[in-house]
């Protein structure tokens, strides 16, 4: 058996959209970094979004775009990511939102991880 951890990046932000294109960055609370001793996996990806209008949460590796999952006006996901790929140690995980300019809502969001 492997030892394993459980590991969550959770939150619940406000935000106004400054275009699609144009991510906002959420508070340092929304940041995740891998333990120097071990790795981490990602396993699934959850959001919901209050807003009117959709958002685009973008999932940084590093400062580098890793992953993008688009959330409905209203709506919630759920996106199964089954051990994808590794993240090696120190990695940093940071979420941002994208949406319509002057868009406003709540967006909640999870992602499990295991650290190994």
């Keep these: 058996m492997i030892d394993s951890t459980p590991a969550f990046l959770r939150?619940?932000?406000?935000?106004?959209?400054a275009g699609y294109d144009s991510p906002s960055a959420l508070?340092?609370?929304?940041?995740y970094t891998v333990p120097g001793s071990k790795r981490s996996q990602t396993l699934y990806f959850r959001a919901?979004?209050?807003?009117?209008?959709?958002?685009n949460v973008v999932l940084l590796r590093d400062g580098k775009v890793m992953r993008y999952f688009p959330v409905g006006a209203g709506g919630a996901i759920h996106?199964?990511?089954?051990?994808?790929?590794?993240?090696?140690?120190?990695q940093r995980l940071t979420l941002m939102v994208g949406s319509a300019k002057g868009a406003t809502g709540t967006i909640v969001f999870e992602i499990g991880l295991i650290e190994i």
Excluded at 27 to 31: L, M, T
Excluded at 48 to 55: D, L
Excluded at 80 to 90: H, N
């Design 79 to 90: 996106v199964p990511l089954s051990v994808v790929e590794d993240l090696e140690p120190d």
């Design 27 to 31: 508070p340092d609370s929304a940041s």
């Design 48 to 55: 919901g979004n209050s807003g009117a209008a959709m958002v």
């Design 11 to 17: 939150g619940v932000f406000d935000y106004t959209g």
